[in-house]
Antibody
Framework: EVQLVESGGGLVKPGGSVRLSCTAS????????MTWVRQAPGKGLEWVGR??????????DFAAPVKGRFSISRDDSRNTLYLQMISLKPEDTAVYYC?????????????WGQGTLVTVSS | QSVLTQPPSASGTPGQRVTISCSGS????????VYWYQQLPGTAPKLLIY???ERPSGVPDRFSGSKSGTSASLAISGLRSEDEADYYC???????????FGGGTKLTV
C-alpha cells in the first residue's frame, strides 16, 4: 500500500523556522517527483514546490510566495522528503501535504499524505 | 484571488447530475492538462480526474471531466450523499512555471 506520512508540524513564532518530513512507503520513492501542497485553515489548496528525482538533478521549483524562504530536499536512502521553512510568516499557517507528483507523465498528484499543521503565531 | 475560477458552491439532489466549471486562460488551461481533486470533509484531497478526462482506477464512472479552450468542467452524475465535498481544479501555469489550483467548489447534496 502506498503511504505518505508527514511529521514536524507545530507552533512556530514569526521569523522562525521548521523542517517538515514525509516518509514514503509502498512505491519506488527514488523514482518519484515529490511535491508539497498547503492549505490555510478554511481556505483552498496552494502548490508550494516540488523536487525531481536525483537522476534528473534533484531540481526544485517553488511558488512565488515561498521562493527564497523554503527549500525541498530528499533522502532516497531513507525514503524521506523534507520541507525546510525559514523566515516564517503568519500567512504560512497551513496544513502541509506531501504528495507524489506524477507530473513527468502528467498523471497528477496522487496519493496525498494526511498533512501536518504548521501554525505561525507569536 | 485564484488564477483558476470556480464557483464557490454547487448543489444537487440525490440522483441528479451536477457540473462544476473551472475557467482559466491561454497560459494555463488553454495549453495544459486539467486535473480535478476531491476533498471530503476532514480528509486529504484525492485525485479524481487527470489529463482532462481520465479517471484513476477506483474512481466511479459517475465522475467525468472535459476541457474546451480555456475552460474545463467536472460532471458528477447519479449524485450521492457521499459526493458532498470540496472539488478543486488544477493545471500548470506557464507564466509562473508552477501549478495553480482553483479556489474550490463546495458541493452540497
Amino acid at each position: 500500500e502506498v503511504q505518505l506520512v508527514e511529521s514536524g508540524g507545530g507552533l512556530v513564532k514569526p521569523g522562525g523556522s521548521v523542517r517538515l518530513s514525509c516518509t514514503a512507503s509502498g512505491f519506488p520513492f527514488s523514482y518519484a517527483w515529490m511535491t508539497w501542497v498547503r492549505q490555510a485553515p478554511g481556505k483552498g489548496l496552494e502548490w508550494v514546490g516540488r523536487i525531481k528525482t536525483k537522476t534528473e538533478g534533484g531540481t526544485t521549483d517553488f511558488a512565488a510566495p515561498v521562493k527564497g524562504r523554503f527549500s525541498i530536499s530528499r533522502d532516497d536512502s531513507r525514503n524521506t522528503l523534507y520541507l525546510q521553512m525559514i523566515s516564517l510568516k503568519p500567512e504560512d499557517t497551513a496544513v502541509y501535504y506531501c504528495v507524489t507528483d506524477g507530473s513527468s507523465s502528467w498523471l497528477g498528484f496522487d496519493p496525498w499524505g494526511q498533512g501536518t499543521l504548521v501554525t505561525v503565531s507569536s | 484571488q485564484s488564477v483558476l475560477t470556480q464557483p464557490p458552491s454547487a448543489s444537487g439532489t440525490p440522483g441528479q447530475r451536477v457540473t462544476i466549471s473551472c475557467s482559466g486562460s491561454s497560459s494555463n488551461i488553454g495549453s495544459n492538462y486539467v486535473y480535478w481533486y476531491q476533498q471530503l470533509p476532514g480528509t486529504a484531497p484525492k485525485l479524481l480526474i487527470y489529463r482532462n478526462d481520465e479517471r484513476p482506477s477506483g474512481v466511479p464512472d459517475r465522475f467525468s471531466g472535459s476541457k474546451s479552450g480555456t475552460s474545463a468542467s467536472l460532471a458528477i452524475s447519479g449524485l450521492r450523499s457521499e459526493d458532498e465535498a470540496d472539488y478543486y481544479c488544477a493545471t500548470w501555469e506557464d507564466s509562473l512555471s508552477g501549478w495553480v489550483f482553483g479556489g474550490g467548489t463546495k458541493l452540497t447534496v
